[in-house]
């Protein structure tokens, strides 16, 4: 090897060896978790490459980091699926068996891939590659650093996810016991908890640190997947260039996606955050505060009027901390976008014609795509990790296929309807069956009631503030598109038009519409649940428009790439140089919203760690103890009885931070989830009848009837029950096997 090659490839290997060492500065002890975590994933998505690059053979990095998510969702739906058909249980030992089982799989799939003569690893794009796992590992390790400044599983949704994970960890069976309803069993989309929990076994960490590295992993997948995708988009786009600035374009514009979806906010910032705070000034006026969650709630809040409404987005997300469904499921959908664009790309440079071949050939063809079984893979277990976006991606996988089929079909609309029709059935009938384990005893009764006609309405301006921009953009690039492609055409009917846009185009124009479709579905329809009185659109808009801003960020980033670029419309030009300044304007919401939340970010000696239960030694320090003292004594998943309270609030701490069921949890979660109102209500008053009842008989009985091993008594107990609470019967019912030394906390051992 020449000196100078020698010389290339050290200061290549600089960029890493920087990350490492910031990171171990910047993480301090929790360093050693951040690596294990990294290096799982690292090693999970090499092995998985040749099924991966099967899949994405016609990007230039083989879907790289795409390919990550993959072992992650094979690996660990496997496991899922043996654990709930009572196969196997779900212990370590078992996620690291079927991990390997899958590993081995790999192998023999990549000993016969070179035989064949197919190459999985992209060799030839290996700069691509290593810069890809430089950005991962710096999304990653940026919101990593930014979580352990506010790292409490506490407030908002957090008890939920937190406990969620605690209950699992502790449960060797599928769905675990609800830890807020000790009589039945998880009854919501426990999916993406789920699979934090597994990836926590694999890498043997702590669930108190790896609450916050799911979420920041994620969000650093939401940066690399978008640049992944989108610097394919732009390189097919471009094809063969020798133009220097043109050649950085596919990396540019993919850095810009990524930033688009997991870190910019929307114009509410801008609008309400710089110019009116701006104008005020001016004036002379008292200025405006902003606060970074007014950008997700601005429908139904500003002006105040009945009709309160939800509109989040990733970055949101990401500061806020919660682990919900619709969070863990980013890298999922984008991995499916992911794949759409690679079946895109494999129909339209494979003849899949009817003429060209025997009807039972072209309908093996057509129906036994790995990218096709794939995305219905991925849709059935959108129903257990999030089951709006089932239904999203399903609308948005059917539309690609329908474009996709006219294309090949060379027009002929009913062939088309016909085999698109045949895929959508496939699709269906795989996503039901391997999902079959959680629909079966899953009950959707309370939280769906039908749908119903709008009865509200965003403002126009509202709208235009949330999601002018984007949709203005893709308006723009789809108008351009049209006239560029019909103007002189001498045929214009669909077939042609369709063939003569570019496939990057042509899946930009997808993504665009099908985010324009889910905006504007609120302002028609919404799905009936039970916060229909004043939030009747609230939970229809919050998951439609969430992956309408994924799509929207993808395509929004191509369209000014695309119009300014491509394009030769100086008007265009104009117009997307200032949507570029826009959306770079709109990032400013990172930095407001991350100071907002985590504080001087900027002081690393500010840095508390990734644990996320030490809010308990301030926030509970009459429990803490006690709560400490369960979970490093208590095995499996006996009940234990706490005081219950509403939804949000800081009752059922013992419970979500042990993952011990009790009886009865924050109410509106379990209305959602079991819609009995008369039994949550029996359940409520027999808790306060066990804590305070001097008939011994009939607290017994309560007692039995509940299967109750352990009562604890704190701060919750003392402040809900006060001067009722019957201390000295509650302390005969067995023994008092934690007294704590400093306050009148206590837990009780049932005889």
Not at 708 to 736: H, P, Q, T, W
Request: charged letters at 15%; a neutral charge.
């Amino acid at each position: 090897m020449k000196p100078e090659t020698i010389t290339k490839q050290i200061f290549k290997i600089i960029p890493a060896l920087l990350m490492v060492a910031l990171s171990a500065f910047l993480l301090q002890g929790d360093v050693w978790t951040f690596w294990t975590w990294y290096l799982l994933a690292l090693v999970l998505g090499a092995v998985a490459m040749p099924l991966t690059g099967r899949l994405f053979r016609r990007f230039q990095d083989r879907g790289w980091m795409f390919s990550k998510v993959t072992a992650i969702a094979v690996s660990g739906f496997l496991t899922w699926f043996l654990v709930a058909v009572k196969i196997i249980k779900f212990t370590t030992m078992t996620c690291i068996v079927v991990t390997l089982v899958c590993a081995a799989a790999s192998l023999i799939l990549y000993c016969r891939e070179q035989k064949a003569g197919f190459e999985c690893i992209p060799f030839a794009h290996l700069d691509l590659v290593y810069a890809e796992e430089l950005l991962f590992f710096a999304a990653f390790l940026l919101w990593t650093y930014f979580a352990g400044f506010h790292p409490a599983a506490y407030g908002t949704e957090k008890f939920m996810d937190y406990g969620f994970m605690e209950a699992m960890m502790r449960s060797k069976t599928l769905p675990a016991t609800d830890l807020w309803y000790s009589q039945g069993k998880i009854n919501y989309y426990y999916g993406g908890q789920y699979f934090a929990v597994f990836l926590t076994k694999l890498s043997g960490a702590k669930v108190e640190l790896t609450y916050n590295l799911m979420r920041t992993f994620v969000a650093g997948l939401a940066f690399a997947m978008p640049f992944s995708l989108v610097h394919q988009m732009v390189t097919d786009r471009l094809g063969k260039t020798r133009s220097r600035w043109k050649k950085a374009l596919p990396s540019v514009t993919g850095i810009l996606a990524g930033i688009s979806v997991s870190i910019a906010g929307n114009m509410h910032y801008v609008v309400y955050g710089q110019i009116i705070p701006f104008i005020q000034k001016l004036k002379g006026e008292e200025v405006s505060s902003y606060w970074f969650p007014d950008a997700t709630r601005y429908i139904g809040f500003n002006p105040d009027v009945e009709d309160k409404t939800i509109h989040e987005f990733p970055c949101y997300s990401f500061v806020l901390g919660d682990l919900h469904a619709h969070v863990v499921d980013i890298m999922f959908v984008l991995l499916l976008l992911g794949l759409l664009y690679a079946w895109m790309k494999k129909v339209r440079t494979t003849e899949l014609s009817g003429e060209s071949m025997s009807r039972r050939e072209f309908w093996k063809k057509q129906l036994l795509m790995p990218q096709l079984l794939a995305t219905g893979a991925l849709l059935g277990m959108f129903h257990w990790t999030n089951y709006w976006d089932f239904v999203i991606y399903f609308v948005v996988t059917c539309g690609a296929a329908l474009f996709m089929n006219i294309i090949g079909q060379k027009g002929k609309i009913r062939w088309a309807l016909g085999v698109t029709a045949a895929q959508a059935a496939e699709i269906l009938i795989l996503a039901t069956v391997i999902i079959l384990p959680f629909t079966l005893q899953f009950d959707t009764s309370n939280m769906v009631q039908g749908i119903a006609l709008a009865q509200h309405h965003s403002l126009p301006h509202q709208l235009l503030v949330l999601w002018g921009l984007p949709g203005i953009l893709t308006i723009l690039f789809v108008v351009s598109l049209l006239i560029e492609k019909l103007r002189g055409a001498e045929q214009k009917s669909l077939y042609h038009l369709l063939t003569s846009i570019r496939l990057p185009d042509l899946f930009a124009v997808l993504m665009g519409l099908c985010a324009i479709g889910l905006v504007l579905i609120p302002e028609l329809v919404y799905v009936r649940d039970i916060y229909e009185n004043r939030n009747a659109r609230a939970n229809t808009m919050f998951k439609l428009t969430y992956q309408a801003y994924i799509m929207f960020g993808m395509t929004m980033i191509y369209a000014i790439f695309r119009l300014l670029v491509i394009g030769k419309n100086k008007i265009l030009k104009v117009l997307a140089f200032i949507g570029l300044f826009l959306f770079v304007w709109t990032c400013g919401y990172f930095g407001n919203s991350v100071h907002s939340w985590f504080g001087e970010v900027w002081k690393p000696s500010q840095y508390k760690g990734l644990n996320a239960t030490a809010f308990l030694e301030t926030d509970f320090p009459e429990d803490v103890n006690g709560i400490r003292w369960l979970k490093e004594n208590i095995s499996d998943a006996p009940v234990v009885l706490e005081a219950n309270g509403d939804s949000y609030s800081e009752y059922e701490r013992v419970s979500a931070m042990t993952g011990l069921p009790t009886i009865m949890g924050w109410y509106v979660h379990e209305w959602l989830w079991r819609g009995n109102l008369s039994d949550l209500n029996a359940k409520i008053e027999e808790i306060q009848e066990i804590y305070t009842s001097t008939d011994e008989t009939r607290v017994k009985e309560l007692l039995e009837e509940y299967n109750v091993s352990y009562i604890f008594v704190g701060s919750c107990e003392r402040n809900k029950y006060g001067a009722d609470m019957n201390n000295d019967l509650l302390k005969s019912l067995g023994e008092v096997v934690f007294q704590d030394s400093e306050y009148p906390t206590y837990i009780v051992k049932i005889n």
